[in-house]
């Protein structure tokens, strides 16, 4: 029979030595990999509900190399492309936030420090 699977419990996962590509590179793309897997999970069941996944999983598949777009090909290079515009984008507001510290707040405050008492006097 098979175990139960409880909450906070462990689930092992192999890839296949025969793995595909570009399934090995959205593995690789991930940063926290069970998040990812569970919500690709709980999407399934929103759209399925709960079921045995295995009775609608086609005996044979074909690859995701041999569709018309081997999919992830584009969408890889976009997430990394993507995620090294962030990194510069991070970089820069972080060099930026040094530049700001060097401004004066504001002109109000800048005014005010160039008003002085005979300014003030000749206003009166």
């Known amino acids: 029979m098979k175990k139960m699977k ?20 959205w593995l690789n793309a991930q940063s926290n990999l069970m998040d990812s897997f569970r919500y690709l999970v ?51 507001v972080e060099a930026g936030s040094d530049e700001l510290d060097s401004l004066p707040e504001s002109e109000e405050e800048t005014d005010a420090e160039e008003i002085d008492d005979g300014d003030i006097e000749a206003w009166s």
């Open 42 to 92: 709980e999407k399934e069941i929103m759209l399925n509900g709960v079921r045995n996944l295995q009775a609608y999983i086609p005996m044979e598949r074909t690859s995701l190399q041999d569709s018309s777009d081997p999919l992830g090909a584009g969408v890889y290079r976009q997430i990394t492309t993507d995620r090294q515009q962030m990194a510069a984008a991070i970089e820069e």
């Open 6 to 25: 409880l909450p906070g419990g462990n689930i092992s996962l192999k890839t296949k030595k025969t793995e595909d590509p570009i399934v090995m590179a």
